[in-house]
């Protein structure tokens, strides 16, 4: 069930354990936020778009969000290591993953079929730099494959009217992404910034938007990595609580 | 030159004065944040639109920003108080207020005439309460006479190309203000949340736009007010440093 190049990573959550790979990527601390600022009750059917290698439906099922967890990962052999971590987990009947283009969800997938979309996107907009299109790790932090516009166009797609959708991204393209939700009819909501500590920019943003939603905007509490002593804070400790413990 | 009800504060800047009169309303930290916040050289040409008691010119000459600073009033008696401030600090050559609505500035003014143009406006949208129309304080605080996108409809009128536009406002208008500037072709490109003190919602956010600039927004460090203590943080003694010294 794991192949060379490959490692099980424990996360310490129920038990669930995850594939990777450390010569394409490892998930990182966006994923871990992003599936602690999602909202899913237990009835939820979610979709995870650029789920990569499963991370954030995992974590979702580990802590009781959501009913039904799909994954769309356009790398086939990074959605086909996923889905070997959904069987090593025994979760076939709850999380499944497809290989399949976030940016192109139809005709598969069903309109307004969906309660919740989550999404960790590559950040880097194409034309930053040459990108080598068989390099994995490349694709997955590049806008390669697909433009942000038309990914927040399938979440759009995707969730049922008052639907919600949650995102995890780069401060810089805050407006762009802003723009672009309103573009697309899901309303700015929630959002929270994440300041690696005091005295420094924000380098992620947490963001929920609703389909058809009301303007009405709230802005989190500074959320800080790490204090003055270089030690993660309590509000790391309790993102990470059911991880770690 | 002081009316009855009128008091003169002393900015404790360069020897400057303020008239307010406390039954409408008086300057608050928003406008000094503005004032420090916005960038101006001695040779630009600044406008102020909603500039009350012309609080933010005063600070702008005070911090050394810009040759020739203009503000425009509504009410013509709060206009009025100003121009008398200007006139007890033998300011008339360097700044000039006149009465006028923000949201209406042709033909009165030029297109394209101002280097930099900053904005403290009404932060509550019309229709949020009963507004008496001749209440100087809910004209302060309400947009009676003008609407949020009228506002920045005259700032992206009023700017010289790659001018650049500041305004103070609310951190629950932000996708509405991020929306309207990108309408009028005013990009944002700068934001700072001011945060009351750590674990706090921000409740004051500052924000730069240029003029036909490029999408590329910076997030700026979180500012806090307090500290943990309840005591002034050393940032806010930065911004008040002139003022206070």
Same mark, same amino acid.
């Given at each position: ?40 009750? $237990? ?80 950040? !880097? ?15 997955? @932090? ?21 639907? @919600?959708?949650?995102?995890?991204? @780069? ?11 309103? !573009?697309?009819?899901?309303?700015? $909501? ?6 690696? $500590? ?48």
């Amino acid at each position: 069930m794991v192949k060379s190049h490959e490692r099980v990573d424990d996360l310490q959550l129920k038990g669930l354990q995850i594939i990777q790979n450390p010569d394409w990527f490892c998930f990182g601390i966006d994923a871990v936020l992003l599936a602690d600022f999602a909202e899913a009750n $237990k009835r939820a059917k979610i979709m995870d778009l650029c789920t990569g290698n499963g991370i954030v439906p995992l974590l979702l099922y580990g802590k009781n969000k959501g009913a039904r967890i799909h994954g769309l990962e356009i790398q086939p052999e990074i959605a086909e290591m996923a889905q070997r971590s959904v069987r090593m987990n025994k979760l076939d009947e709850v999380i499944s993953i497809r290989i399949g283009d976030a940016s192109r969800v139809k005709p598969e997938e069903k309109a307004h079929s969906y309660d919740v979309v989550t999404m960790n996107p590559p950040y !880097k907009p194409i034309g930053g730099g040459i990108v080598n299109p068989t390099d994995h790790k490349a694709i997955a @932090r590049h806008e390669v494959t697909a433009g942000l516009e038309t990914l927040i166009e399938s979440a759009a797609y995707l969730l049922n009217s008052q639907g @919600r959708f949650y995102m995890v991204h @780069r401060p810089q393209r805050l407006v762009e992404i802003v723009t672009m939700m309103k !573009k697309h009819g899901i309303e700015p $909501k929630r959002i929270r910034l994440i300041y690696p $500590k005091a005295g420094k920019r924000p380098n992620i943003v947490l963001i929920k938007g609703i389909l058809g939603g009301k303007p009405d905007l709230v802005m989190d509490p500074p959320f800080f990595v790490y204090d003055e002593n270089g030690e993660y804070t309590p509000e790391v400790h309790r993102v990470y609580e059911d991880i770690w413990k």
